[in-house]
Each structure stands twice: as C-alpha cells, then as structure tokens.
C-alpha cells in the first residue's frame, strides 16, 4: 500500500494522531524535499524517535518520485509512505505518482495535512475565496510574463493573486529561495515590456515568509518600501490584492507587519478588449472620417468606396454593442473587420494613384 502523508506547515510536531498511527504501521518512509522544505530537524525525529525505530527513512529527489517505478514496485508488497510538507496533493507532481500507483493496482491513501497555501492567505487577514489562479515565480527572467499576466487576468475578476517564490532542493543538499527582492524586480522588468500599468513603485504587496514557523514574518506595503527589506530565508510568498474588503483591510493591519496602508486600494483594471477597443476605436473612426471626406471631396464621387465605409461603421457599431452585451471577443472581431476594410480602400486608393 501507497501512503501519502502531509505533516502540515507545524513539521513532525504537529502531525495528527492518524499520521503517526501510519508511520508506527509503515515499513518504508521516503521523504521527499523538492515540493516544499521539510526541515533537517523533522527528519532527525523521524530517525531518533522510538515510535518510528527500525523504520527505514530516506530522501528523495525529485526524480525518484517522476520515475516512480520504485516506489511504486515496493508499495505492491509493503507499507510505503511518501511523506512531504503541507498537504501532498497540492502538488501536481505527487497526485501525478497517485494515478499512476491506482493504474498499477496498487492501493492508495492521502493524510491530508494543512495546506501551506490556505493558512499563509489566512494569516495574512484575506479571505480565502478571494484567492484568483496561483501562480509560481522562477528565477528565470521569462518567468515573470506568466506572473505578470496572471496577476492582470485576476485583477478582471477581483481576486488576489498568490505568488510562490521558487524553492529548489538541489542534488548536493543545497537549498535555494528565490527572493522577493528577485521576484518584484522581475514584475518591473515585465511591466516595462508589457505596460498594462499594474505594477508601479506604489503598487501594494504582502510578503509572506517561512509560515507555520517560529521564524514567520509576513510584511506588507508598496514596491519601494518592500524593496529596502531583507526577508531572510524562504519559502517566500507575496501576494498582489485586488481591491480590500474592509475586513481584510482590517485584518491586513492587525495581522501583519504594515509599513504602508492598504487603504485606498482600487487596482481593478480594464481587460484586454478594452483597452484594445480604447486604442482602436478612435484611430479607425478617425480614418474612416478623413476617407469619406476625401472621396466627397473628389470630382468623382466614388459610390463603392462609400458603400464600403458604410460597411466599416455598421461593424464599429456592432462592436460597441457587443462590448455593452460582454461579448469581448466579438467586440474585437467586429474591430478587426473594420480595420480590414480600412485598410482595403486606403490599398485601392494608392493603386489607383499608381495608375493614374
């Protein structure tokens, strides 16, 4: 049998009494570090404590566990645990081995822990159902358009935005934390690129570092003041809020170390068929204008090219109607035809000037 136990964010401590019953009745206990850190001391007291004596307890990386053949080999005649931090089926890597241990007719059970996810956002004084799509921030500069991108489609819906600062449990037993320094340069970086003005000096963030320790420290305030900070070992967490409710914003300044206020924050921002709407409506309906006006001035009154007009304002009237019905990508679409037909008399006209 496959057991997968999560030790919650409080380590061996403050495992529940159905996890230690498991680990008394296993009779191999891998560890794995890769998802989240499980502390040195926690695995001293796997190997040290009576309850587990006799136990065989080893660490794995992260590609023990993608192979998976072995594990799961061994589950087929023994007790196996596969112990990690918080709860295991957070990630994707671990409930990826589960199908593949149900499929190789292995019995399966999940001791679900408590999730490092929902008790940062708890701790913080946000409310859980606020939270939008979680997202991870790597090292790596390309990282940082998924984030950013992420952040502005939660912004739509109002929702926070969780960002996980990349941990790596390296093959020598080093440990690496990516910083929330790296992680908001990265968001300016891409900001400079993407421009869809979420991300300033100003912009509000929480930070949220190594919960569920005696060492947790959780930080909020704008970029420029969070940037000054040194936040020590990770994990690392920041948060990027939508708009406050007034509880959280009450909760933000009790439970946290606030150097700047978050009242005031209003960063619900435009989606992507607005802005694009702003930017291209007024640059076709000035098109159209000089055309139509160009060709009633001609001694030739050219009647297709009018009726063509016609046409491109029939679609830029569709679209401002399909943009009030919600229907964005309609909105769009009718945008895109009448550029379309902008731009095909703008070609017949400098065709016809050749030929003359």
Known sequence: MLWFLGIGIYGISGMSRKASEVLEACDIIYV????????????????????????????VQRSFIEDGRQIIREAADSNIVLLSYGDPMVATTLNELRLRALDNGIKVSVIYGISGITSLVNECGLQTYRIGKIVTMMEDAQSGISVYNTIYNNLQINCHTLILGEYRYNEDDTIFFLSPKEIMNNLDRTEKDLKFEI???????????????????????????????????GPHTLIYPSKLHFMEEKGVLKLTTSIDS????????????????NRYLPMIREEIS????????????????????????YYVDDSLNFKAQGKNELAILSIGYADGLVDCINWLLRKKKKIV
């Not at 794995?32 to 660490?59: A, C, H």
């Open 262 to 277: 978050p009242s005031g924050i209003t960063v619900l921002t435009d989606n992507i068929s607005t802005r694009m709407m």
């Open 32 to 59: 794995e570090k890769f998802t989240s850190l499980v502390s040195d001391k926690d695995i001293k007291t796997l190997q040290s404590s009576p309850s587990y004596q006799n136990k065989k307890v080893v660490t």
């Open 199 to 233: 991300i300033n000096g100003d912009t509000f963030l929480i930070v949220a570092s190594r919960i569920g320790t005696e060492f947790q420290k959780i930080v909020s305030g704008k970029i420029k003041s969070l940037l000054k900070i040194d936040f020590g070992d």
């Open 290 to 313: 000089k055309l139509r006006n160009l060709n009633t001035a001609s001694t030739e009154v050219n009647e297709t090219i009018l009726e063509i007009l016609d046409n491109a304002e």
